[in-house]
Nanobody, 121 residues
């Protein structure tokens, strides 16, 4: 089970840190990722990190602004979002999968409920 937190309303140029808590003992074996879905748009990949935190991967529009990290002791994955833009407004969802390809394709069966991020101009 995955649970996101940390969303909110922020002005353009501001920052937020999202958290995703995992409740399974297998969390440290899972690659983890963040997706987002804006109103009227399809869900899109944002960032992913492998099971041990050594490798990460970002969607082009967030690279250099967003940073994914994880704490396998406390079963948490973070998404630090800096220099936020109005186009970053969306529901952000956490997902996990032991298969990297399935994770970044958004094909995992394990998802959180999401947390709303709203960026005002």
């Amino acid at each position: 089970q995955l649970s996101e937190s940390g969303g909110g309303l922020v002005q353009a140029g501001g920052s937020l840190r999202l958290s995703c808590s995992g409740s399974t003992r297998a969390f440290s074996d899972e690659n983890m990722g963040w997706f987002r879905q804006a109103p009227g748009k399809e869900r899109e990949f944002v960032a992913a990190i492998d099971w041990n935190g050594y490798n990460d991967y970002y969607e082009a529009s967030v690279k250099g602004r967003f940073f994914i990290s994880r704490d396998n002791v406390n079963n948490i994955v973070y998404l630090q979002m800096n220099n936020l833009k109005p186009e970053d407004t969306a529901i952000y969802l956490c997902t996990g999968d032991s298969n990297w390809g399935r994770l970044v394709a958004g094909a995992s069966e394990f998802w959180g409920q999401g947390t709303q991020v709203t960026v005002s101009s």
